[in-house]
């Protein structure tokens, strides 16, 4: 039975990441139903929604969704489409695994650590108002149901993934009610994985912490401000945007992306990087059980790396087809 997924194209390099991912995941032998659909600025165009019906009860259905990045219009009346599908599918958990990937060179190696980020309160639950001309007040929003739903997604998936540690991280000091209420909740449920060590640490110091030492973090669980920054600060440990992966995750659905933008300035050129949204879709692929195919994408994956085939970004000369020739020869061989 072919696995029945929903496939959002996107905009600029979107197709263009997304063409390659697909083919490599046919090439890999996963039988999969793509049920595509547009979002963002050509959805608009078309519906006059940037997350139209359709699309949003194709996700409901099929529970699971590929993504590529896609274009909010500027203007008024359009939220950002990824903020809509947070909120349309409670998709409470951000997650992003953090590896350094074979040929990619950085500054650190040996970093292996994943990224647990709270979606959907915080400072972006959008509540804020002028309270006279010229102060303004934002509302910053932490609940014990949020907050323990997300320590729950950390510590599960820690023990589903051999992790051994998980950090809270806060500003529990400064902002004694909310990031304490925050790391209470963490900790109450820390208590239920006595297997898994927990610890915390303030967030200004463990991002110095990050770029001293990042290989001594495992699983760090965040809210979602502080998860927001963390995550981008631990992509550039690894080589940037172009290779680390994202997941979207509810109690019902899940959208796996890359965390990367449209990137106009290279679109319709066929050298964009497709490794960001190929990892997303490996953990897609864990995600619905194909474990096996996803590690024999990895292995590929890492093989071409290691070669030196690499997209511009990395500083090779290989076109986004020829990248994915690459891994699709090393399945097949
Ligand atoms: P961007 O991530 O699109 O581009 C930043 C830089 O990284 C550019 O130089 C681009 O060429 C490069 N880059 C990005 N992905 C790459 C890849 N896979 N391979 C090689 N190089 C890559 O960020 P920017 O320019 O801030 O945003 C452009 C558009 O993307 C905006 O319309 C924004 O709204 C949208 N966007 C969408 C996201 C999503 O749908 N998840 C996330 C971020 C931005």
């Not at 090439?27 to 699309?55: F, Q």
């Not at 009346?77 to 958990?93: E, H, P, Q, Y």
Request: proline letters at 4%.
């Amino acid at each position: 039975m072919a696995h029945e997924i929903t496939l959002i194209p996107g905009d600029g390099i979107g197709p263009e990441v997304t063409g390659a991912v697909t083919r490599i995941l046919d090439a890999s032998g996963v039988s999969i139903h793509w049920d595509r659909h547009d979002a963002g600025a050509v959805a608009a165009e078309r519906t006059g929604k940037t997350l139209p019906d359709a699309l949003l009860a194709s996700i409901r259905e099929r529970k699971v969704a590929l993504k590529g990045p896609v274009t909010t219009p500027i203007g008024k009346g359009f939220t950002s489409v990824n903020v809509g599908l947070r909120k349309a599918l409670d998709l409470f958990a951000n997650l992003r695994p953090v590896v350094n990937l074979p040929g990619v060179s950085t500054r650190f190696q040996n970093v292996d650590l994943v990224i647990v980020r709270e979606n959907t309160e915080d400072l972006y639950s959008g509540l804020e108002h002028v309270v006279v001309p010229g102060v303004v007040e934002s509302l910053k929003i932490i609940t014990a149901e949020a907050s323990t739903r997300i320590a729950e997604f950390a510590f599960q998936y820690a023990r589903r993934h051999g992790r051994s540690r998980v950090t809270a991280i806060h500003k529990a000091n400064i902002m004694k009610l909310g990031d304490g209420l925050f790391l209470d909740s963490v900790r109450t449920v820390a208590a239920r994985y006595p297997e898994i060590r927990f610890d915390d640490r303030i967030i200004d110091a463990v991002c110095m912490h990050l770029v001293l030492k990042p290989e001594q973090f495992d699983v760090l669980v965040l809210p979602n401000l502080y998860g927001d920054i963390v995550s981008d600060l631990c992509a550039g440990l690894v080589g940037g945007l172009g290779v680390v992966p994202g997941a979207n995750i509810g109690t019902d659905c899940a959208v796996f992306e890359a965390v990367h933008g449209t990137a106009p300035d290279i679109a319709g050129q066929d050298v964009a990087n497709p490794t960001a949204l190929l990892l997303s879709a490996l953990l897609m692929l864990v995600h619905i059980g194909e474990s096996d195919a996803a590690a024999r994408i990895r292995a590929a994956l890492h093989t071409v790396l290691a070669e030196g085939t690499a997209t511009r970004d990395l500083g090779g000369t290989a076109s986004t087809t020829t990248f994915a020739d690459a891994i699709v020869r090393h399945l097949d061989a």
